[in-house]
């Protein structure tokens, strides 16, 4: 039986939803009739929720160093469960402890001084074979996550660092919660997702997934990397030994 979300975080996800809901809303109401406005957000939704069905959760390790992307996959192999960044002391993308804690407190009302071990990992969502280009730096070696953590995943339309954007859970999605909240922009921003052909029209870097309730091998499916050539032959059997395959990106 998959695991869900912890009862703290749904809730407090659930609240800052209605309050967003109501910001989006407040800024597409003087812009369009009512009749219009709940015909836009239908077709968005279901747009929305067209793309991001496919929705395969991974997760990069090891930043941009071929030598610490071996090092984390060895890591993660040997004990059994990826660390988060409060563990390592280290992120593939910007590492400032303080604002981490204090936006996971806002957005998923976790304690400031919680747990490292117990805090979410982080990753992203690729829709068939798209491999948004922006996850780079974050390693060129990928965990591809079983479907079933997708029942404690939130996600976010954008990285939850960079833009106005608030998580959602991924069982159930509130067109709102992926419209940005940047004044001037909303209204374009609900026009993309309904026009949008694919994901990478919409997604504003990447797709973030928040992973809550830690992240272990028993999750992972495969080991993705660019070359399989490029993954030194310790590693290929220690992943042989986990029972987990080495794809390469695209395959």
Not at 82 to 107: D, I, Y
Not at 126 to 151: F, K, Q
Request: aromatic share 8%.
């Amino acid at each position: 039986m998959p695991q869900l979300l912890p009862a703290g975080v749904q809730q407090h996800v659930q609240q800052q939803g209605a309050y967003w809901e109501a910001a989006i809303r407040g800024k597409l109401k003087p812009v369009m009739p009512p009749q219009m406005l709940e015909s836009y957000l239908a077709q968005a939704a279901a747009n929305m929720q067209r793309l991001l069905a496919p929705a395969r959760p991974q997760l990069r390790i090891g930043g941009k160093d071929p030598l610490h992307q071996h090092e984390a996959l060895r890591q993660i192999l040997l004990s059994g469960r990826v660390q988060t960044q409060f563990e390592t002391q280290h992120s593939g993308g910007a590492f400032n402890p303080v604002l981490r804690a204090s936006l996971e407190t806002e957005l998923f009302g976790y304690a400031m001084d919680l747990d490292p071990k117990q805090r979410p990992v982080y990753g992203y969502l690729t829709p068939g074979d798209h491999e948004p280009p922006a996850v780079e730096g974050y390693g060129r070696l990928a965990l591809r996550l079983r479907p079933e953590i997708l029942s404690r995943t939130t996600v976010s339309i954008a990285d939850t660092l960079d833009q106005a954007v608030l998580p959602a859970a991924y069982s159930c999605i509130p067109i709102t919660s992926l419209i940005p909240n940047q004044s001037g922009w909303v209204y374009t921003h609900l026009l993309r997702m309904i026009h949008a052909a694919h994901v990478a029209e919409v997604e504003f870097h990447y797709v973030e997934a928040q992973f809550h309730g830690g992240v272990r091998l028993q999750d992972v499916e495969c080991v993705v990397a660019w070359r399989l050539a490029d993954v030194p032959a310790d590693l290929q059997r220690l992943c042989q030994q986990a029972g987990l395959r080495i794809r390469e990106f695209g395959r």
